[in-house]
């Protein structure tokens, strides 16, 4: 006897369509968002696909945007110039589709211009004359100091300048693995603002394993001999295509290709100077 609809009889595509409706709810998981307006919402497991579904969409049409970073762990400018960046970022993230930021080292004075200690800040300025020295301590550092302070940096003038071939070999074990943006955020504020050596070798290892890289990894890195001779080609490698100094950015955007940084007007001194950038990226786009 077929089924029936009131009077009638349920024809067999509608009888097929029946079929499958159940069999397809039957699948759904059972937890269901509490109704609102008095009608029954979607089941909690069909919104979060459609929600998820509908942010990877938007993430592809975003503008992509590429960064590369050059910098010296020794520089409170690099400090600036990260913590900058971050913060800029930080508000354009549903805006653009940042790729993962590529980190070079670079070392400004080569390994054995200062001892195993290291030498206090203020000798190091006063190393360069006494010109330069009163620029830098009464000038430049305060400046740098204030900008800092405006972050939320917290910089010491009694911490100690030391060569970075260490801590230069694990940032780029830390880019390998993935985890460099985090490694160099985490070392400049502990150097900077807490007085720690970046080249100390339990620290440095711990750092590592926190973030994940496997300690065979970590073992081959730190005790490769040729470590100085690689931290060495890299600088001079770098240092033959700076613009100027060190922290150097590059940001590039899908729409554009070049590198903004070499025709924007300013410095990696302040999140608005990247907002400019992140801003130029949107435009081309629609344009």
């Excluded at 079929?19 to 109704?35: D, G, I």
Aim: hydrophobic share 40%; net charge neutral.
């Amino acid at each position: 006897m077929p089924l029936r609809s009131g009077n009638r009889p349920l024809a067999p595509l509608a009888l097929l369509g029946a079929v499958l409706l159940l069999s397809a709810w039957a699948t759904v998981p059972t937890t269901f968002v509490a109704p609102s307006n008095n009608k029954m919402a979607c089941p909690r497991g069909v919104e979060t696909a459609a929600t998820t579904a509908a942010a990877a969409i938007k993430q592809a049409a975003l503008p992509r945007v590429e960064i590369k970073v050059i910098l010296d762990f020794m520089c409170p400018w690099s400090f600036i110039g990260m913590r900058s960046l971050q913060i800029a970022r930080e508000r354009f993230a549903d805006r653009l589709e940042f790729a993962p930021v590529d980190f070079v080292p670079f070392e400004f004075d080569p390994p054995g211009t200062y001892p195993p200690e290291g030498t206090p800040w203020i000798d190091y300025c006063r190393c360069w004359g006494e010109s330069k020295a009163k620029f830098l301590l009464e000038d430049k550092l305060p400046r740098a100091f204030s900008l800092g302070k405006e972050l939320g940096i917290e910089f010491r003038m009694d911490r100690r300048v030391v060569h970075t071939v260490e801590v230069n070999t694990a940032l780029v074990l830390a880019q390998r693995h993935g985890v460099a943006e985090a490694f160099v955020a985490e070392t400049l504020s502990r150097h900077f603002e807490h007085l720690e050596d970046p080249n100390d070798a339990p620290k440095l290892r711990a750092r590592l394993q926190a973030l994940g890289i496997p300690e065979h990894d970590i073992d081959s890195a730190v005790s490769d001999p040729l470590r100085a001779t690689r931290n060495e080609e890299r600088t001079s490698a770098v240092r033959a295509g700076l613009r100027g100094g060190v922290p150097q950015f590059e940001v590039r955007s899908s729409s554009t290709g070049d590198d903004l940084c070499a025709s924007v007007p300013g410095g990696p001194t302040s999140p608005m100077y990247f907002e400019r950038l992140f801003d130029f990226c949107i435009s081309a786009r629609r344009s």
